[in-house]
C-alpha cells in the first residue's frame, strides 16, 4: 500500500511576535485533528497566525472548514490569521465553496496591511 505526502504542521515564531504555522502534505479528514492541536495553543495566547499553505499538495472540505472556522474564532476572540503561499490548486478549493475573497488569502511577499 503506498502512503501519500507526510502531513505535517510546523510552528515557528517570527521576532515580530507573529506564529508561523507552515502545512505540508495533504490536509484532509485524517490530517486536519493534527493541524487542530497546532493551532489551538495558539489560539488559546491569542497569537497572531501564519499559515504558510505553500508545502501544501492537497485540501479537502474538512481541511477548509477547519481553516475557515479558525478566521471566525480570529474575528471572534481578536487576534489575526493569515493564509500565505497557497498554490493554485489550494486556491482553487477554497474558490469551490465560495470561500476564496472571504478569508484573508495573501501571496507571497503582499504586506498584510
Known amino acids: 500500500m503506498e502512503e501519500g505526502p507526510v ?22 479528514l485524517l490530517t486536519a485533528p493534527e493541524l487542530q492541536a497546532a493551532l489551538e495553543p495558539l489560539q488559546a495566547e491569542g497569537a497572531d497566525i501564519e499559515l504558510d499553505l505553500g508545502e501544501l499538495e492537497f485540501i ?9 472556522q479558525t478566521y471566525q474564532a480570529s474575528r471572534r ?5 493569515v493564509l500565505s503561499g497557497a498554490t493554485e490548486e ?12 472571504r478569508l484573508p488569502f495573501r501571496d507571497r511577499g503582499q504586506s498584510s496591511s
Do not use: N
Open 90 to 101: 489550494v486556491r482553487r478549493a477554497f474558490e469551490l465553496v465560495g470561500l476564496l475573497d
Open 77 to 81: 476572540d481578536g487576534w489575526e490569521l
Open 60 to 68: 479537502d472540505s474538512t481541511g477548509v472548514h477547519l481553516i475557515l
Open 7 to 28: 502531513f505535517e504542521a510546523a510552528v515557528a515564531r517570527a521576532g515580530d511576535g507573529i506564529a508561523q504555522v507552515k502545512v505540508s502534505g495533504e490536509l484532509d
